[in-house]
């Protein structure tokens, strides 16, 4: 199972960036994929989950709105699109997977935003 | 709002057993998981379920649970296992995944 995170950079406050991450080597059935951040220096903060079939769907209250989560079917690769990008969403963002109900097993290498005022 | 609770730092001599914990309220009716992260690295599983192994992972290290604390124990401790160790657990009532907020483990 191998996670290939592409699509961090520097942006300025306001605007938009979407982050990429290719999935192989997986079993999608009964498989979620999660977008997690972790702050310079801080702990870990999950975002989002998707199904590879969007039948599963959550997205943490707090970027509802700016984030949205989806997936190609034909890419394999699943997306973080953030909007209204804000200076405290400047962090490391990574994708995992897991199984329904599992914790995470797999994670990619992560990405760095920066988001500048 | 669901929160775990986690001291931001243990320091340990090699050899010692490290204890992280993980509070909550009534949180031994959760399920648990841990994660240990390595300086510039992706988290790795190291227990889930409470207290149960992925393969690849030592018996030093293990899980329990009781009452409002989750506990991580790390016996025999290595220089190696000197990295941030976070509790999760799934919010049945938001759909959410939470994080606790990570301790760092020093091996003196």
């Known amino acids: 199972v191998q996670l290939v995170q592409s699509g961090g950079g520097v942006v300025q406050a306001g605007r938009s960036l979407r982050l990429s991450c290719s999935a192989s080597?997986?079993?999608?059935?009964?498989?979620?994929l999660h977008w997690v951040r972790q702050t310079p220096g801080k702990g870990l903060d999950w975002l989002a989950l998707?199904?590879?079939?969007?039948?599963?769907?959550s997205v943490k209250d707090s970027v509802i709105g700016r984030f949205t989560i989806s997936w190609d079917n034909f890419k394999n690769t699943l997306y973080l699109q953030m909007n209204s990008l804000e200076v405290d969403d400047t962090a490391l963002y990574f994708c995992?997977?897991?199984?329904?109900?599992?914790?995470?097993?797999?994670w990619g290498q992560g990405t760095l935003v920066t988001v500048s005022s | 709002s669901y929160v775990l609770t986690q001291a931001p730092s243990v320091s340990v001599a090699p050899g010692e057993t490290a204890s992280i914990s993980c509070v909550r309220n009534?949180?031994?009716?959760?399920?648990v998981h841990w994660y240990q992260q390595q300086p510039g690295q992706a988290p790795v599983l190291v227990i889930f379920?409470?207290?149960d192994r992925p393969s690849g992972i030592p018996a030093r290290f293990s899980g329990s649970s009781f009452d409002n604390t989750a506990t991580l124990t790390i016996s025999r401790v290595e220089a190696g296992d000197e990295a941030d160790y976070y509790c999760?657990?799934?919010?049945?009532?938001?759909?959410?995944?939470?994080f606790g907020g990570g301790t760092k483990l020093t091996v003196l």
């Open positions: 999760q657990v799934w919010d049945f009532n938001r759909d959410y995944w939470v």
């Open positions: 080597g997986i079993n999608f059935n009964d498989y979620l």
């Open positions: 379920n409470n207290n």
């Open positions: 009534n949180i031994e009716s959760e399920i």
């Open positions: 995992a997977g897991s199984r329904q109900g599992a914790p995470f097993d797999n």
């Open positions: 998707l199904s590879y079939d969007e039948s599963s769907r």
